[in-house]
């Protein structure tokens, strides 16, 4: 671990260090632009660069972006890239209520909690986390999609699970568009190659949070996002605020590096399983998404503690966690680093390298995002008419820039107008979105599942992971059913009435 | 004087000669992956692309344009202006059976092909099912039939291809189970899910070399060498296969100018011979470096794209017979 | 509050049902239209079963919500205080210029959007002085949206804009 630090610590680390965070922090905080976008365009930006050096200016863009997204989720209430959707559900109410700066700084310190923890893991128990996640099969990860689906459904629209399971089922049924990998049926496509493609998440999740974000606020007839009057907070406070909620925190921790460590689930689950875990552990579950420091350094740390354990599958099983994850183990094979289950064996300073690449970026994000709160805050006072147009030009370019289609464009407006009527009708946005991440997942693991029961029916009652699965499936369901949701919404609107 | 004139006009000949081999890009060249960023054809595009750079004197843009089985990037590429800016990236097997899978209307015949590396899958089982060779994995599929789950990325995908041809050669009815990629079907298989694999020996390298995947035999006529280890054909039990490898490379499409392709194919040989990036892929992770253009990628893509077609009509998953396009069968 | 609430939200949640439950049943029927590959040796593996299961959890949700709402007496108004017309004309406007997308150069239709968007939306009256700052600042955002955000796309991120 030393040895590999000293071989690392170098003024051209810090450099690189530095302006990879910075621009994935702007990166993740402009609506539109993603980590996996930057991560894939800084791949072949790096090429001339030495290895070592290659991987940690991604690494640090990767932990940069993720951490930048928050930012606009808090101020905009657009997620910048979809991890920050649970971010966004209480971040943006303390915003609004003049807390900018106290948000900013939770969920600052919260990402820098749950990075270093995830750092830690990652050079602790990479090997056995890994080997762990390979006692996933089918069956839990079919589970595991449907029990996010569900705990976002209930988490997002506590007053009417109804609505939150109908959005997670809509985001779900617009999964099933276009061609499925068993036998290359293209579904509810009718002939058009596009839609045989299937709906892209980036310019759905940019449609149906950005651009309905704008249209609603033109409708809302405010000039600014804030009225109320901004409130400094110290960052003593913020600590002492952190330490108060030091059991969401490790709880936070211990989700996210379990969930991120799953090979294909990443960040966005993690986030909204530790938030359904934070609310329901909670003793004042009325608060959440009304701007509950609980649930923002639920999603904040356990989004931030995925990232370095979803990397630990892309080293030691060469399958990557997450879709930015992806795109770094292509670019750990052109730096001709081999991951899979022999990196252990062969090339353990990487894996320590890493570790402090992921310590170093973590800690730079802090530090940055620290001293970029208060310019970040002065976005809430520009009239909306000067940003209404610069937001909407990025979420034109954004998801444009991934795949340079222009089909995608007419997604992000079509996801813009369908985000637009559900938010009018009180429908949650995230678990569309997130039904669209897990569709496909779902999907096959269900049909997958189904082959193995039916050629060894005893296995449904022999795996303990999907049992407790199934218990937390239930128990997400049912609580819901046995709240009178009625009584709420009315109190709810007699309390906005007031 | 008369000389003189005839010297002046040999040299405007050989001037123009040479400024049309000598295309210089004036902006990026954006090549199409028309799959997702770190599959098979990703990596094989990436690690040439950094060596075409000092080339071109311009960068290389990779961009991941995923979506349909390819179909998506590469109508994409159709679509664009043919100036020779926009390349296409793939495997010829994908490209050659659009048209037969009735997906999007263009053949192998419309793209110029810049073959990069030969690309073989591997027959491999979990070290658990005590599986020792080719002819006990025939057995074992006669005998267990249902028990013995073959993992791959889908019918049409390289292990798919390689099982469909194992099972014709063999005439058994393996069970096939398909994930959503390459690397989760071996995983599967490393994990005790599926019994084996049928996928890409690249995808497969270090899970074999870390002794988690027992490798039985290379599908294809040449062995297939991973550092130190070496894969025996399968054609050594089972000499009727059909040509299962397949070919991953950049393709140019029809009506890009003229020297755009003299450029690149008095070039391309020697560059990605010369690619260290690549080398160094194909030897530690079991794929050929095949740096052939022109008339000879045609003739090796010939024979891989008529077996692909004719397994896929055998199989009831094509539109339309591969004769009609005049594919005739092998 | 800008959503809707009350009478409308009511009326909206019935058609929400109904339409969810027509959507519901179309999928299924999709569904059961779909080629089984049953000869591939088993019907588990089908294209439909995903979309099948979703159409009919989709139907159920959509019937539940419908029932709900019919059994909830109808309020009698709705205080939503939305401003509907900025809203339909800023989608308006959105359309417009992603419909054109392609025909005309990138810069140029976001400057146009930002024209459009400064005449329909920034209050032009007021005193001299406050007229000429508002102007100036749309400059401002029309340089960074119609030169400076597509020329770092261009320049910096090597994309190649419709």
Known sequence: MIDAFLELASATTLFNVLWATLGGIVIGALPGLTATMGLALMTSLTYAMVGQQAILVLICLYIGSIYGGSRSAILLNIPGTPANAATALDGHPMARNGMGHRALGLATLASLTGGLIGGVALALIAPLLAELALGFGSTEYFLLGIVGIIVAGRMTAADDPLKGWIAGFLGLAIATVGQETMHAYPRFSYGSLDLAAGIALIPAMVGAFGISELLMSLGSGKARMVDAPMQATPLLSNFRDMIRRKVTVIRSCIIGIAIGVIPGVGEDVAAWISYGAARRASKTPDEFTKGSDDGLIAAETANSAALPSAIIPALTLAVPGSAPAAVLLAAMFIHNVRPGPMIMIENPDFVAAVCWMVIFGTIAMAVMGLALSRPLLLVLKVPREFLTPVIFCLCLLGPYALTQRVFDIYVVLAFGLLGLAMRLMRYPMAPLILGIILGGMVDQNLRRMLQLIDRDPTQVFTRPIALVLVAVCLAAIFAGVRRRPRNSQVKRQQARKQ | MISRMIMAALALTVSAGVAMADWKPEKPVTVIVPYPPGGVTDLAVRAVAADLEPVLGQKVVVVNQPGANGSVGTQAVLDAPKDGYTWLSGGVRDIGTYKIMGMIDTTFDDWHPFIIASMSSVLSVNPDTGIGSVEDFIARVKSDGDKLLIATAGPNSSGGQGLAAIATAADIDPKQIVYDGGNPAILATVSGEAQATTQLALEQAEMIRAGRLTPLAAIGTTEIKLGDLSIPPITAQLPNLPPAENFVGIYLPDGVPQEVLDMLESVWTETLSGSDALQQLCTSRGCGVKPVAGDEAMKSADPAIAAAAWGLYDRGDAKMSPEELGITRP | ?162
């Open chain 3, 1 to 162: 509050m800008s959503e809707l609430n009350g009478r409308r939200l009511h009326a909206a949640d019935l058609a929400t049902g109904s339409i969810l439950i027509v959507l519901g049943a179309g999928m299924l029927a999709a569904s059961l239209a779909m080629p089984t590959y049953a000869d591939r040796g088993t019907v588990l593996t089908a294209p439909a079963i995903f979309p099948g299961f979703i159409a009919v959890v989709l139907l159920l949700l959509g019937a539940l919500l419908a029932l709900r709402t019919v059994r909830r007496p109808a309020p009698a108004s709705s205080a939503d205080g939305l401003a509907w017309r900025p809203m339909l004309t800023g989608l308006g406007l959105m359309t417009v210029t992603i419909a054109l997308i392609g025909h005309i150069d990138f810069r140029l239709l976001l400057a146009g959007f930002c024209v459009a968007f400064a005449a329909l939306f920034v209050s032009w009256r007021g005193p001299r002085e406050e007229i000429v700052r508002r102007a100036a600042a749309f400059a401002l955002v029309i340089l960074v949206v119609a030169v400076l955000v597509p020329m770092t796309f261009q320049h910096v991120f090597l994309i190649r804009l419709p």
